[in-house]
């Protein structure tokens, strides 16, 4: 079954603005990550943040995670609209094995 | 490195016939997972592989799903007496498992329809 879930499940923003979508989770993580997949084609991991970490950044990209709300959010700044896709956060409980959330589909409006 | 392969990208059967899909991992990675994702979902997991060993099968996995790695390379999937709720894409994935579990490289997937 899967772990997380995202939210909110669609986000319509116009280019130029922020994005922010969040996850929940149930268990303990020993990580968290984001996927992102274009329609139709595999995942592409975006960023990966610990469970000892409370923010990361990469680029327009900027996570948080809050273990004690077994929460994270993902930001991307200054949309464009190539960031149109689904975003999916995965957690790691064992370091065996990843579980996804039910994504967030974003659209950026040129 | 030229990524994670899958092959075929698109399989349409008839229901009750077996399906077969390959994926060709990133030729260092030690772990290969396979992936099942419905319209609207998030990949759910199946199974995953270290070298040729299989170490965990979702209990979701019917025994109609076989998995195979041999000599730790490329991986097949298989799929026999096909039913219409087996329609679907189906990811692989491969990593390098060292001291940390680190990211997951995707293939582009197969997408199965059975009618």
């Known amino acids: 079954s899967q772990q997380g879930e995202e939210d909110p499940q669609a986000l319509s923003i116009q280019e130029g603005e922020n994005a922010t979508m969040n996850c929940s989770y149930k268990t303990s993580i020993n990580n968290l990550q984001w996927y992102r997949q274009n329609s139709g084609r595999g995942l592409v991991h975006l960023i990966l943040i610990r469970s000892n970490e409370r923010e990361k950044h990469s680029g327009r990209l900027r996570v948080t995670l809050d273990t004690s709300k077994k929460s994270s959010s993902l930001l991307i700044t200054a949309s464009r609209a190539a960031d149109t896709a689904s975003y999916f956060c995965?957690?790691?409980?064992?370091?065996?094995?990843?579980?996804f959330g039910t994504g967030t589909s974003l659209t950026v409006i040129p | 490195d030229t990524g994670v392969s899958q092959n075929p990208r698109h399989k349409i059967t008839k229901r009750g016939q077996n399906v077969t899909f390959r994926c060709d991992p990133i030729?260092?990675?030690?772990?290969l997972y396979w992936y099942r994702q419905t319209l609207g979902q998030g990949p759910e997991f199946l199974t995953y592989f270290q070298n040729e060993a299989q170490l965990e099968k979702s209990r979701l996995l019917s025994d109609r799903f076989s998995a195979e790695r041999p000599k730790g390379s490329f991986s097949t999937l298989e799929i026999q007496r096909t039913e219409q709720g087996d329609s679907a894409m189906y990811l692989c994935a491969s990593s390098f498992w060292g001291l940390v579990n680190e990211k997951l490289f995707f293939g582009s997937g197969t997408q199965l329809s059975v009618l």
């Open positions: 995965a957690t790691d409980s064992t370091g065996n094995q990843f579980y």
């Open positions: 030729s260092e990675h030690n772990r």
